[in-house]
């Protein structure tokens, strides 16, 4: 049975976080992007923004996956990296971004990301979520499962130069099982 695990303070998770972003991401660390090293970069970031928190995932209390999440401001280099740019009542609407979700490969496709993404939305404040996705992860079918969660297309961004293109999706935050 999943146990699940919300923590604010990412002191506490990061090793869990480093070490479950490693085994999700073994085959694609010689990427710069993807290097352990680029991620923690992008972990302490986020970890540092408003709204921060996370839901470890855990099977036999060994750590399978996590997901982590953000509020975003009107100003928030999220929308300013999308493209087209986002009306201004998108960008103005109380807005929760995941920032990274994953699941390590022999416990997906059992719902845990679903589980996850539920418990992370549960109780927040803000009225949409969004959530970027590389249109290309598992042949689209991510991309997929997102569109069935309710999560629309508004554009494309692409974080750094050396990330792949992704698709940004947004729905209300109150879309099913949210809450």
Same mark, same amino acid.
């Given at each position: ?90 960008? %103005?609407?109380?807005?929760?971004? +995941?920032?990274? #979700? =994953? ?6 496709? @059992?719902?845990? *990301? ?8 549960? %109780?927040?404040?803000?009225?949409? +979520?969004?959530? #970027? =996705? ?6 689209? @079918?991510?991309? *997929? ?35």
């Amino acid at each position: 049975m999943t146990e699940l695990r919300r923590a604010r303070d990412i002191d506490a998770v990061w090793s869990v976080l480093i070490d479950v972003y490693a085994e999700v991401r073994k085959d694609q660390l010689h990427d710069p992007h993807y290097s352990v090293e680029r991620y923690a970069e992008r972990l302490a970031r986020h970890g540092s923004e408003a709204g921060w928190e996370t839901v470890i995932a855990y099977e036999d209390g060994a750590p399978v996956g996590y997901g982590y999440v953000n509020s975003l401001t009107p100003d928030d280099r999220w929308w300013k990296r999308t493209t087209p740019a986002p009306a201004a009542d998108v960008t %103005g609407t109380p807005t929760v971004a +995941v920032k990274e #979700m =994953v699941v390590i490969e022999r416990f997906r496709r @059992r719902g845990i *990301a679903k589980l996850i993404h539920d418990r992370l939305l549960a %109780g927040r404040d803000e009225t949409s +979520v969004t959530l #970027m =996705v590389s249109p290309a992860n598992e042949n689209g @079918r991510v991309q *997929a499962l997102y569109a069935r969660w309710g999560y629309q297309v508004i554009g494309r961004s692409q974080p750094s130069p050396d990330s792949p293109p992704l698709t940004v999706m947004l729905r209300p935050l109150d879309s099913g099982n949210d809450k």
